[in-house]
């Protein structure tokens, strides 16, 4: 079956939700949000976002991103 890339990208944010806890999450996209009002940018912006408040040694994170994500942050191929 093919999966386009923004199927992808909704099971990423999906399962990446479910690593945090949804209420983080939330919060996570606001400061995301709030930090890039009325700017360019990129997954790089979000990454550093979601570390800084999520941490770096969350192990489901890093497995989803890992899963979802190759080592520059770019999206894997999907399947």
Known sequence: ???S??????DALFNIG????RDEFHGIIREYV???AFTNADQ???FE???ELAGTDNEQLNKIMSVYFDEN???QKAS
């Open 1 to 3: 079956m093919f999966l």
């Open 5 to 10: 890339i923004y199927q992808v990208g909704k």
């Open 44 to 46: 790089s912006d979000f």
């Open 34 to 36: 709030q930090r890039h």
């Open 73 to 75: 942050g770019q999206p």
């Open 18 to 21: 479910d690593a945090v806890g």
């Open 49 to 51: 976002v979601l570390y």
